[in-house]
């Protein structure tokens, strides 16, 4: 995770805790790295091996941070940062900008009015959905948008355990590559049936759909037009809406 000197300073106490969970906060100035926020895993001269110190650094750090699923039970139990595991691999969900704000705002408006009085549901992150690929490969996300059409798979605590049916990622700079690659290729295998993938740089809606492990086919519209859903025919959303 990467964030400027004057946020870290502004928010110094939250990347401490991003720090202790997931021992890398690069903190940067001018677009440069400067320094590294790390958990000390020995124990300094008079104090606990749970001092975080800084250290200095002179290179691009992005490595992925790796652990078991009940590894990040645990961790996300004692965190009030948000997180997501796939493949084993860790990532922090940062802060929102405005833009990816706006787009999520006017999708969730636009799916919850066609969605009203119908049996499936519109929901926005933060919301844990649990991907299981098998016994051993499990991964939680959460879809800036998603739609389900089995609610009988919430269980007594609020969990989820179904699959939707059609998931919605608005793309950050940050999130590009997982959304674009990692997430299509989960989505596809753990039986979501549609994928919306936003980007608001390039103001572009594209419309995945599936059958069975593969893409079937694929929509786009640019910020000038309007797309529709292929499972709910009807479902249609105004790209100016959404990048306005």
């Known amino acids: 995770m990467r964030v ?36 000390c895993r020995e124990p300094l001269a008079g104090g606990s091996a749970d001092h975080l110190a800084e250290e200095a650094v002179g290179y691009l750090y992005n490595g992925p941070n790796r652990m078991t699923y009940e590894q990040f039970l645990e961790m996300t139990e004692q965190s009030d940062l948000r997180y997501e595991y796939i493949d084993g691999e860790v990532y922090l969900l940062a802060s929102p900008a405005y833009e990816h704000q706006t787009a999520v705002s006017a999708l969730l408006f636009g799916f919850m009015n066609w969605f009203q ?15 299981r690929l098998s016994e051993r490969n499990i991964n939680v996300v959460q879809p800036d948008v998603l739609v389900i059409c089995d609610p009988d798979r919430v269980n007594a605590k609020g969990k989820y355990e179904g699959v939707p049916t059609l998931v919605v990622e608005v793309l950050s700079p940050s999130t590009r590559r997982k959304d674009m690659l990692k997430k299509l290729d989960l989505y596809i295998q753990t039986g979501i049936r549609e994928y919306w993938l936003v980007d608001p740089d390039a103001k572009q809606i594209m419309v995945y759909w599936f059958e069975g492990d593969d893409i079937k086919g694929c929509r786009v519209a640019d910020g000038q037009k309007k797309i529709g859903s292929m499972l709910f025919p009807g479902l249609e959303i105004d790209a100016t809406r959404v990048f306005g």
């Open 117 to 131: 009085d119908k049996p499936c549901r519109v929901l926005t992150a933060p919301f844990d959905v649990t991907l």
């Open 4 to 39: 400027t000197s004057t946020e870290a300073q502004n928010n110094f106490g939250k990347y401490m805790r991003m720090a202790a969970d997931l021992e890398e906060v690069i903190i940067t100035r001018n677009g440069r790295d400067m320094v590294k926020l790390v958990t």
